[in-house]
Structure formats: C-alpha cells, structure tokens
C-alpha cells in the first residue's frame, strides 16, 4: 500500500517538476488521521513558497484523475497533512491476495542475488555466553531469516577469536587452577578469566592428567586447548539449542597460519600506508577519516587485533566476494568501525559494503536490580540461564523487540506470566485460539471472493489492514536491519485480532459469514506463523 502512495507522490513530484523532495510516508497515531499520512505538502511549502493546504489539495485533485482514486480515499487536514483512507473494495481485494499467494505475496517484487555474509555472536572462546550474546545472536539469526525468505544469498558466519592475549590468558588461567585445585599456591592475576567454569575445566584435566602437567613443557598448550575446546563446544551447544545456525566457522588463527595477515600487512606497506614509529609499525588510518593513526605491529613484534581484523575483512571481500558484509558487534566497539573502514578504503574495497550494527547493552532486572556483565569478573548471567528461567521462545522475541539502538531491560517476571502482559504469550495465544476455532470448521477451502464482501465490521477491516501492513514491515525491516519490526507487526495483528474476537462471534448464525470470518482468521494465523518463523519462534496450536 505504501508503495502505490509513494509511486503516486513520485509522479505527483515528477509532474510538477520538482526535485529533492523529501517527505515522509507514515502510519497516523489514531484511525481518524487515515491508515498513512504524509507531510509532502508542508516539505513542498517550504521550497516552493506556497500555503500547503492549496499543494495538498492540488495533489488530491491529481490523484482524483488517475486510478489510485479507486483505492485510496484522500482527506486534507491543517495544517497541510495529506491523509489516505484504504477503501474497502481495495482491501478485499488484498486479502484474496494474501490468501491466493500465501507467502510469496510478502516478498520482493524483484528479488535480489546479492551476496551478504552476516557475521555474528563471534564471542571469545574465553568463557560462556551471556544474554548480551544472546541478543546479538537473536538479531543476527532474525536478520539472516528475514533477508533469506526475501531472495538474499545469505552466509551466516561466526569469527573465532583463537589468537592473541586473550588465548594465553585463558590458558594460563586454567593452568594455575589446575595447580590451585592440586593443593599449590598460586598467584592469581587480575586480568584472568575468574569463573568457576575455569575450576571445571581445571577439574577435568585433573582427572585426564593427575598431577602429570606440573613437570610437563607443553602444560600451558594443553590447558588452552582444553580450555578452548570445552568453552566453544558449550557454546555451540547454546547456539543450537537457541535455534541459531551458522554455515561457516572461521578461525582467527587460520589468517596467521595461512600467512594473510602478513599479506595484508605487507600490501598495505606497498601502498605507502604504514610507517615506522617508536619501534611499531603503523596504518595511516587518519588519512581515511580515522581520529588517529593506529599501530599494527607492535615494539615486541606482536600483531594488534586490527591487523588480523583487515586481513579478516580483506578474506571476506576479496578472496570470497561478498557483494554486503554485516557485522553484529557489541556496543562498546564502536571506537573500532572507523579504523576497519579506513583499512578497507585504503585496500581499495567500497566500505560503504560493510554495515556494522552495535547492539546496546542487555540489562537484566532481578527483584528490582539491574545486573550488568563482564566475562573475566564472573558478574554475568549466562544465556542457558534466561532460557531455563523464560524459554527459548520469550527470550528470542524480547531480544529482538526492541531497536539495536536501544538498550534492553529484560523483566523476568513479566515474561514468565501465562498472561496478556506477557507480549509472547499474547501472540501465541491468537494463534492458537485461532487454531482452536478453525476445528470446529465445516467451509470450503476454497475462498470466494464474495464471501469476502461481508467482512464490512470496522474490526475485520482493522484486522485486514495488520495483515497487509507486515509486507511493510518486513520489508523496511531487510532496509533499515531492524527485526523489531516483526515483534512490532505481530504485536498489531494480535490486538487487532483480539479486538475483533472480543467484539464478534466468528461462527455464527449466518453460515456465508461465518466462512467469511473463519478464512480471515485462518490467513491471520498464517501470517502470524511466518512472522513467528522469521524470528525463529514457534507458532502454538495449543495453550
């Protein structure tokens, strides 16, 4: 619906041989205002020194000669908003739509072949996943869903960050519990990774090894390898059991053994974009718009995180040419994006291709406290515990319910409620409601279009307009990488549905009306099921 209005402004704007017009196209607060609106006449006011409400009704007499009347009908409002009102003919025809393509009327018209890695969780494989994970996994799964149902070839990609510091501190902190646990005194450092998960690794070790490791060379390689093995299995297994895949892992140790770090390094030298300094070796990043040069090789000769991070980015567009790169990070890199953008322009690859989303912090309320979450310090909540506290299906959508921008404070206690206050809950149960009624049916399954004609009620119209609006929704969520979108859809349907269901009985009396009713709520569960689909949740028959 959207896109005839704006097609229909386009031409408007085309006609009248304007140009840079940009004006907004959207859903009015309350149902008097219409189902869209658009400030086109008070943008046009501005540039062209005229009242908006004559532009406004210049633009309402140019639709009047073109068939989008037929649709759309136009109300003027001061001091310039321009209002549509879906006509219900218009409507029934949409919902025969929907029922006739089921979910190729959601689609793109056109779809794409573009080539699109999205990169996500990529946690260190130094300790468990926290629901700050969580969250980052749940967006990167629901993005990954949402652009492969509309025609994107999708790569879902999680980087393990196997090299550097961060390994020899997880293997030397499993060392010195392994001799803590052995009756040794250790001193700790205040950097090491502090959970008890450590002990447990250190425990079984203990059981493989005995005491054998204390006199033993490779000591630490062993303790690391334990270490990192049992954390990224149990990491796997989150992931898989929150429902989330990935099709390639990539390991950071691989670029060093394969020597493409170095290459890059070394090309970025050729090109005149490194110099010697204090004893390290440098990236020019702030002749590309970065606030500071940075160090890529340090004064012992040890590479930074960036180096391996360019050459990473440099695998992804040269060597597996991908057309888009997203990357799911955490909120507190975004110091970082400048740096890798200048490393991509500087290698002559279009940073405009990589999109790096900072998801806020997660913030989960527990008796009226806020815990916050740092892996090394163990003052964390692991994902596997908000699943066992909430389910799989109340933590993917309250993940994704919000915009990446926002922060997240996750209630506990509402989302364990079997109740409308809890927004799953509410879902789910129009769906399965739905389900329930539609046993009890004795229709055809074949619609008729004048059955359709009867759907009149200000409620079953209200209801018919959710359903076509989640094409919207899901299609500005693929442009703006936003899942919330979904939730927000979803969330319409479902009041939309309960208001009808509240107000109406849908077997009735009148049997042509009463199949009228059951094929609208049948495409109502539908949608709702794909909808629960691309967020990975599970569309329940019964509750």
């Known amino acids: 619906m959207r896109s005839l209005i704006k097609s229909i402004i386009d031409n408007f704007i085309e006609d009248k041989k304007y140009s840079n017009v940009n004006y907004d196209i959207d859903y009015p607060p309350e149902e008097i205002f219409g189902d869209y609106s658009t400030n086109l006449a008070m943008v046009l006011a501005k540039k062209i020194k005229q009242n908006p409400l004559n532009i406004a009704n210049d633009f309402k007499l140019y639709c009047e000669k073109t068939d989008f009347f037929q649709k759309f009908e136009i109300k003027i409002e001061k001091p310039g908003f321009i209002n549509f009102f879906i006509k219900r003919e218009f409507l029934v025809e949409q919902i025969l739509l929907i029922s006739e393509k089921k979910e190729n009327y959601f689609k793109l018209d056109q779809p794409s072949n573009q080539k699109i890695q999205i990169e996500f969780v990529s946690a260190n494989p130094t300790g468990p996943l926290h629901i700050g994970h969580g969250r980052g996994a749940a967006i990167g799964d629901c993005l990954a869903r949402i652009l492969t149902f509309l025609g994107y ?3 879902r990609e999680y980087y393990i960050n ?3 510091y961060q390994m020899h501190m997880l293997g030397l902190s499993t060392f010195l519990r392994y001799q803590e646990l052995l009756g040794k005194q250790i001193e700790f450092p205040e950097d090491g990774y502090q959970g008890d998960y450590i002990k447990d690794i250190a425990q079984s070790l203990i059981e493989n090894y005995q005491d054998r490791l204390l006199n033993k060379e490779s000591a630490l390689d062993i303790c690391l390898d334990k270490a990192k093995d049992t954390i990224m299995n149990d990491i796997l297994n989150d992931m898989d059991n929150f429902r989330v895949t990935f099709d390639v892992f990539f390991s950071e140790s691989s670029l060093f053994k394969n020597n493409e770090v170095g ?3 070394s ?8 110099y010697e300094k204090d004893g390290a070796l440098w990236f020019k990043s702030a002749q590309f718009g970065d606030d500071k040069d940075r160090v890529l090789i340090k004064k012992d000769g040890k590479y930074t995180y960036l180096s391996s991070d360019i050459a990473y980015h440099k695998n992804k567009f040269l060597s597996r040419r991908f ?6 990070w955490g909120s507190d890199h975004h110091g970082y994006v400048a740096r890798l953008k200048a490393a991509l322009e500087a290698l002559n690859i279009d940073n405009k291709n990589l999109i790096v989303l900072l998801v806020q912090f997660v913030n989960l309320i527990q008796e009226n ?3 916050s979450m740092s892996t090394r310090k163990a003052t964390y909540i692991e994902l596997k515990e908000l699943i066992n506290e909430i389910g799989i299906d109340a933590a993917r959508f309250i993940f994704v319910s919000k915009s990446i921008n926002s922060h997240l404070d996750i209630d506990i206690s509402i989302l364990k409620k079997n109740s409308m206050d809890n927004p799953v809950y509410y879902i789910q149960y129009a769906h399965a409601r739905i389900m329930s009624i539609l046993e009890k049916s004795d229709c055809s399954n074949i619609i008729e279009k004048n059955l359709f004609g009867l759907l009149i009620e200000t409620e079953e119209l209200n209801l ?4 076509f609006q989640f094409k919207e929704y899901l299609h500005d969520s693929a442009k703006t990488l936003e899942p919330y979108l979904i939730t927000k859809s979803l969330l319409l349907i479902a009041e939309r549905f309960h208001q009808f269901y509240n107000k109406h009985k849908v077997i009735n009396e009148n ?3 009463s199949c009228a009713r059951l094929n609208l709520i049948k495409i109502v569960a539908f949608v709702i099921a794909l909808g629960f689909f691309l967020i990975g949740i599970q569309a329940k028959n019964k509750m």
């Open 153 to 155: 070839n999708v790569t």
């Open 162 to 164: 196997d090299a550097g």
């Open 263 to 265: 290459q890059t390094i």
């Open 267 to 274: 090309l970025l030298t050729q090109k005149d974009y490194t």
């Open 323 to 328: 057309d888009k790169v997203i990357d799911i």
């Open 369 to 371: 406290n806020k815990v």
């Open 464 to 467: 018919i307009k959710a359903l």
């Open 511 to 513: 049997k042509d009306l």
